[in-house]
């Protein structure tokens, strides 16, 4: 059974929807040169598989030992690792993790998006390692945006793997760290595809998520969600948010493949309303 290791007496609150600190929340865009040079990132890699193809990710693992004999281990992604919790609420949301989900989503990308993503605008909400913005670079889309609520996540783990994957990709690629809510109004910027996983675990994320997709989606644009059918301790659920899209009655939502075997699994699409979902 799937579960989040919630830690302390706090309330579970989706980061994406505000933290704790304000100062947090604000969207900001990050230089890879905010990336430390001195860390052997090569050093401190490994490598995953995504529908029988190798990629270059940072090891979560190494990295936060790293950083502790760096003297870094006040750091969220430093005290949440090492207290093996999944969640700090309103600091840390599981950014350091490659989730189930993520795999799912990356195969669809291989398998039946791959030719439709050349030439097309990404976002990559809630992008954690950024492995799906990775592959669409890959397939030759003209550009992605990373977006992670932890700016930490995106300084030690998204920007290296995008680096670990190929230099030329840093050109095509923007990295943003913020609330939901922040980044929606950060600028007037839409994408053609939008792809996320492992982001409707908290129903009280539900309306941000929402928000932001429905402003960041050109008109025409897919939107494509990956999550498991229901997440124990949280609450979340790919019904439970397709029924809130459906009161919202702005997006529309389509399911598009689902796995039965061990923790139940889904993809659905969405779409601005009066448009047909593929």
């Known amino acids: 059974m799937f579960t989040f290791d919630?830690?302390?007496?706090?309330?579970?609150s989706s980061s994406h929807s505000g933290g704790d600190n304000p100062a947090d929340d604000v969207s900001q865009r990050i230089?890879?040169?905010?990336v430390c040079p001195e860390i052997d990132w090569n050093g401190l890699s490994t490598t995953v598989l995504v529908n029988g193809t190798k990629m270059t990710v940072v090891d979560s693992l190494k990295i936060v030992d790293h950083l502790k004999i760096v003297g870094t281990?006040?750091?969220s992604i430093v005290q949440a690792e090492s207290g093996h919790s999944d969640?700090?609420?309103?600091?840390?949301?599981g950014g350091?993790?490659?989730w189930e989900s993520t795999f799912d989503l990356g195969e669809l990308l291989f398998r039946k998006l791959g030719e439709s993503l050349k030439g097309k605008t990404i976002l990559d909400l809630g992008c954690g390692s950024g492995i799906l913005g990775i592959i669409a670079l890959k397939q030759g889309c003209a550009s992605v945006h990373f977006q992670d609520y932890n700016r930490d996540v995106i300084v030690y783990f998204t920007i290296p793997n995008v680096q670990l994957n190929g230099d030329e990709l840093l050109p095509k690629s923007q990295f943003w760290s913020g609330d939901w809510k922040s980044y929606e109004n950060v600028d007037d910027s839409q994408?053609?595809?939008i792809i996320t996983s492992e982001t409707i675990y908290n129903p009280q994320s539900y309306q941000k998520l929402h928000d932001v997709i429905r402003k960041k989606l050109k008109p025409g644009g897919s939107a494509y969600?990956?999550?498991k059918s229901y997440y124990f301790g949280v609450g979340g659920s790919i019904k439970g948010f397709m029924d809130f899209v459906v009161r919202e009655n702005v997006l529309q939502a389509v399911s598009l493949w689902s796995n039965d075997e061990g923790v139940k699994r889904e993809i659905i699409v969405l779409k601005h309303r009066l448009e047909q979902p593929s």
């Open 191 to 193: 994408f053609d595809v």
């Open 6 to 12: 919630f830690r302390g007496e706090k309330t579970a």
């Open 87 to 93: 969640l700090l609420p309103g600091v840390y949301e």
């Open 73 to 75: 281990g006040k750091m």
């Open 96 to 98: 350091m993790k490659i």
């Open 225 to 227: 969600l990956a999550g």
């Open 31 to 34: 230089s890879p040169a905010e």
